[in-house]
């Protein structure tokens, strides 16, 4: 149900972004919001294409007197955006993302869902993008709408993506988060699935067993936020277990995606009589070390250790291995751009998801750089390490980043309508994130590449919020720079 206080204006845009909130869109099932959309499409007339991965085109003529003139057509626009939403929630919250709308709610300035992501990242892009083509007050040169797919889950629509079916030499891509910054580059990345099968023993009555969760934790993006130092779960209780003695695994379960820093997380494990008292016994220790150097934002972290029954565990031996694992293994920003704001991060990695069931282990992991051959070392790093703990490896279909263009004609004219519009020039930078723009770039390469948004906060994470006032100046300053080109 439609919050009484959901903002009005821009009414296409707003109109449009809530009926994404209310479709179920995960990676992998965008078929019924891209239905939405060819259905707009078709009822304004406008030719469509489809290509094999899903991805979607919408062709839009200028609007009247941006035709062109008689010798000299108006460049074609393309206009980018993805379909899919990452798709995480509170433990205590009972949200299926494959069938229930979102519950959203408006606060202190600041649009969000109850308890799940929003999907702002990338629905309100979709909303603008769409709007352009319903508003009869836009103004604009031909446009070529495109809705990828599968993003969210390792970009597979732009890798995939047909690129006949674009002409456009220009193109505005709607899927960063802070307002008054224009976006000329990104990073690119890659990672890996690891696993191994350990042998598990039946669990004695001389053992007591246990299940440990940590909440509480923020999460968020493994890209953009990647330089705040947020907690990461899988580490934690790695780092919480570490010292129990005689114990055992039966299992592990931590992390939901290869781009979203892992933000709870459970263990049951078997240990003899006393141990799990008196590990009980240091969490209030163990937290209060945590939040001398933790950020605000993972201060609601907290550990509760209940009794489980539990038949079968991994050895002593093999738990160890499994900790020593955790503890080697790397997460967090690694290199720190030299010419950028030092919050630029050039090299990432992040310890995503760690699962062990029945005696089966998954590990995945992600790294993000703007210059590839920086990343060799660490890429080595992690594969040797998994040869160490004899991990099989299965790599992920890396992607390219898109290196900035400071002299951009594009970023120029950009530049200068923010400031005829809102008094400064916007901040110029890259991000460490995976936009699709350096794998468009990579199948365009003339074309001339801008990204922009408004203001979203924890992306990827249930506390994932967009600030309203930030939506109709990008609006504002969408459409005026169209109405110039």
């Not at 790397?330 to 029945?358: C, E």
């Not at 801008?450 to 506390?463: K, N, Q």
Request: with cysteine.
């Amino acid at each position: 149900m439609k919050p009484a206080n959901y903002p009005l204006e821009p009414a296409h845009l707003w109109s449009h972004f809530y009926h994404f909130t209310q479709t179920p869109r995960p990676s992998g099932q965008e078929a019924a919001i891209r239905q939405y959309l060819i259905n707009l499409a078709e009822k304004a007339g406008h030719e469509h294409r489809q290509d094999a991965e899903g991805n979607l085109v919408i062709y839009v003529p200028a609007s009247v007197g941006k035709e062109g003139r008689p010798t000299e057509g108006r460049p074609t626009v393309i206009i980018q955006n993805h379909l899919d939403m990452v798709t995480v929630k509170t433990a205590d919250r009972d949200h299926d993302f494959t069938r229930d709308p979102l519950s959203l709610q408006v606060e202190e300035g600041w649009l969000s869902a109850d308890r799940t992501t929003l999907g702002a990242d990338n629905g309100l892009g979709c909303a603008a993008a769409i709007a352009l083509m319903t508003d009869p007050d836009v103004s604009h040169p031909p446009l070529e709408i495109l809705f990828t797919v599968d993003e969210e889950t390792g970009l597979g629509g732009a890798l995939n993506l047909d690129a006949s079916m674009l002409s456009g030499s220009l193109m505005l891509n709607l899927d960063t988060e802070d307002w008054n910054e224009l976006y000329i580059g990104c990073a690119g990345g890659g990672g890996w699935h690891f696993s191994r099968s350990f042998s598990e023993d039946g669990v004695g009555e001389d053992l007591d067993c246990w299940r440990l969760t940590l909440r509480g934790l923020a999460g968020g993006h493994s890209g953009v936020q990647i330089h705040e130092q947020l907690g990461n779960a899988i580490k934690l209780l790695g780092e919480c277990l570490r010292d129990v003695p005689g114990l055992r695994l039966a299992s592990v379960e931590s992390g939901v995606a290869h781009n979203v820093i892992p933000r709870e997380g459970v263990v049951e494990f078997a240990a003899p009589k006393g141990a799990g008292e008196a590990l009980a016994e240091s969490f209030e220790a163990l937290r209060q070390q945590w939040l001398a150097y933790f950020p605000a934002a993972d201060h609601g972290v907290e550990l509760v250790l209940e009794p489980a029954t539990l038949a079968q565990a991994l050895d002593e031996v093999d738990s160890l291995r499994v900790l020593d694992l955790i503890a080697a293994w790397p997460h967090g920003a690694q290199a720190y751009s030299l010419q950028q704001p030092a919050d630029l991060v050039d090299l990432s990695i992040n310890l995503a998801v760690l699962r062990l069931r029945g005696g089966e282990l998954f590990v995945e992991s992600s790294y993000r750089f703007f210059n590839e051959a920086q990343s060799q070392p660490l890429q080595h790093a992690v594969l040797a390490l998994a040869r160490a703990f004899d991990l099989e490896v299965t790599p992920d279909v890396g992607y390219p980043g898109w290196q900035p263009d400071f002299s951009s004609p594009l970023l120029e004219r950009g530049c200068v309508l923010h400031e005829k519009l809102f008094g400064d020039r916007p901040a110029v930078k890259a991000i460490h994130a995976g936009l699709e723009c350096g794998i468009l770039k990579s199948k365009l390469p003339e074309v001339d590449v801008l990204s922009f948004g408004p203001t979203i906060r924890g992306a990827h994470s249930p506390s994932e919020r967009l600030k309203i006032d930030t939506v109709e100046p990008f609006w504002q300053f969408l459409t005026e720079l169209l109405a110039e080109i």
